[in-house]
């Protein structure tokens, strides 16, 4: 089976740097991807990890380490739009399947 | 930029009735998904469809549950007798292509209630 283990809530002021974990557990595993959900709507697509180490796409980062089955998300100059929900996703197969984590909600404090 | 769009945006049918829920996928993808999500919880894969035919379908996409790509641009899920505990959110997604690494777009889903 596959598991996805991340923090229920996270807290964090305007301008500040936070990160978001993510262990996984997996019979396959094809790459970690992270999406960010405002209040229930679309899953929008951040960024993707295959191979290990850091990806840097503007204000947001992600890394993974494969042989720790462990990967975050880490978003810098935290603004209040950024107050949403966040998951991470495994694809254990090569079908395109996500297998998503329980969420993080995200709030952003002035 | 494209979008995935679907409808109906909310959708409420009696229980042990048929519903379809519609998807316009973005126009040069090639791969297609439905994802579902109760209130308050994890996004659930439902299935994932390519050629014509569906790739890999999860537990929860037992024989009540049926898609079709009938022409073209749409892409739709059937539920041909509800339950009370397939009220959710019903994502659709796709992709450009198959590749691991292509991300997925998610339209805004059609929130299905039972009664």
């Known amino acids: 089976g596959q598991s996805l283990e991340q923090p229920s809530e996270v807290t964090a002021v305007e301008g500040a740097i936070v990160q978001i974990n993510c262990t996984y557990q997996t019979s396959g595993f094809y790459g970690l991807s992270w999406y960010q959900q405002h209040d229930g709507g679309a899953p929008t697509f951040l960024s993707y990890n295959a191979l290990d180490g850091l990806e840097e796409t503007g204000r947001f980062s992600s890394f993974l380490s494969r042989s720790d089955s462990y990967g975050y998300l880490l978003l810098q100059e935290l603004q209040m739009k950024d107050s949403a929900s966040y998951f991470c996703a495994v694809r254990p197969s090569n079908t395109g399947k996500l297998i998503f984590g329980q969420g993080t909600t995200l709030q952003v404090k002035p | 930029e494209p979008e995935v769009t679907q409808t109906p945006s909310h959708q409420v049918t009696q229980m042990g009735q048929e519903v379809i829920l519609r998807c316009v996928p973005i126009?040069?993808?090639?791969?297609f998904y439905w994802y579902r999500q109760i209130l308050g919880q994890k996004v659930e894969f439902l299935v994932s469809?390519?050629?014509?035919?569906?790739?890999?379908k999860s537990e929860i996409f037992d024989d009540q549950f049926s898609v079709e790509r009938p022409d073209g641009s749409n892409f739709t899920l059937k539920i041909r007798s509800t339950k009370l505990e397939d009220s959710a959110m019903y994502f659709c997604?796709?992709?450009?292509?198959?590749?691991?690494?292509?991300?997925?777009?998610f339209g805004d889903g059609t929130r299905l209630s039972i009664l």
């Open positions: 997604a796709s992709s450009e292509r198959g590749q691991v690494n292509q991300p997925q777009h």
């Open positions: 469809f390519y050629n014509n035919e569906i790739s890999e």
């Open positions: 126009s040069n993808h090639l791969y």
